[in-house]
């Protein structure tokens, strides 16, 4: 193997290797069987077979040249059968051996391509078709070879040659299987399961409208003073590691991640499967990655603290892009949530009037009143402090009105 070769490539080369020796053992059963008859050039042509194929596995192994190995594998696996059959008086006396011909142009089939293929069936075809016109000639020279030994050999050389082309293709047909859900995966982790469908069985535009989602901003805190302290592998190192758990988060809380923009982290719920829950969902999952970021800070050494902009209200959604598409986002929710995060204080959880709508009954909000917003008329903003448990306020005091205890202090 070499080290540029890519996965495919070594799985194609070690199968190929393991068919070969395999092949070349099985020979054994020829040599052994023929030279007890007395048939001596039958019985040195498996034999030739073998030393043949010794030889090419050892000069791969030591050469490297693939390209030579498949041609010299694929070449006698084609020819020698044949002359095996032509030795011993036609397709009747040699239990049709020549059927292990088909083992090149399946081989070429693997190993090489579907078109690079299409000349080996047809040099096994015409060989089919040579045999078949001297058969006459042959068998009339043909040697006495008992009929059990035929027999036995019509089923082995049958049951032999169907069961390595079913055992290459299912390993073949089962890597191409684990590659397929290896390229899903990694689509499901570029687009979401129903707008990939979607783009699999139609190559029209997506783009859908919602009438009702809501959309979450994420910031890192003080990221590019940091990351000019840090070493480039430091930066994305733990960039990842943050990323990795709000990835988590996301996940177990339904909510669609869409992208992320350097340490900036969007996510959106109620699209592109529309959900009542949508704001909520979002809710639950900010005030779990403030937590998350403080252990990942602690574990690292390094003060972390996130600030997030919510908003709540119609968005279009749709994938962009050919060669690197893309689902994203746009609208005048998005941009606001956007606005929600960069006015937003560091630690807190800053949403828009209309996401409180929708937040209140079950979340303690506290108002954090009019501020101006870069391209926006002034805004009424509130911070979300946590999960309403009215046994747990009653008993501690917190409401809506009262500052939670680990809400940032707002300036007076």
Known sequence: MLPSDSEETRVRKSVLVLSSSLMATLAFIWVGTYAALGLWLSAAIPF???????????????????RLFRASQLGMSLVLPFALQWSLGGFATSS?????????????????GARQAVPWFLAFAGLVAVSAGIDPTLTASAPDIPNGVVVTFFAFNILGVTTTAYVLLQYFVRAREQAHAD?????????????????????????????????????????TQLSERLAPTEVVALLDRVFARWDALAASHGVEKIKTIGDAYLVAAGLPSPREDHAEAIADMALEMGAEVARLGADSGQALEVRIGIDSGPVVAGVIGRAKFIYDLWGD????????????????????????????????????????????????????????????????????????????????
């Open 48 to 66: 030739a077979y073998q030393l043949a194929s010794a030889a090419s596995i050892y000069a791969f192994a030591h050469g490297r040249r693939y």
């Open 183 to 223: 390229s899903e995966r990694l689509l499901l982790n570029v687009l979401p399961a129903p707008v990939a469908s979607r783009l699999k069985e139609s190559d029209e535009i997506i783009a859908d409208g919602f009438a009702s989602a809501t959309v979450m901003f994420a910031d890192i805190v003080g990221f």
């Open 333 to 412: 929710t998005v941009n606001t949530a956007s606005r929600m995060e960069s006015h937003g204080l560091p630690g807190a959880i800053q949403v828009t009037e209309r996401a409180y709508e929708r937040l209140r009954d079950r979340y303690d909000l506290r108002q954090r009143g009019t501020i101006e917003v870069k391209g926006k008329r002034p805004m009424t903003t509130y911070l979300l402090l946590g999960r309403r448990d009215e046994s747990s306020a009653e008993s501690t005091g917190l409401t809506a009105d009262r500052p939670h205890p680990r809400a940032p202090q707002l300036p007076r």
């Open 96 to 112: 049709a051996v020549a059927l292990w011909g088909f083992t090149s142009p399946v081989g070429a089939l693997l190993f090489v």
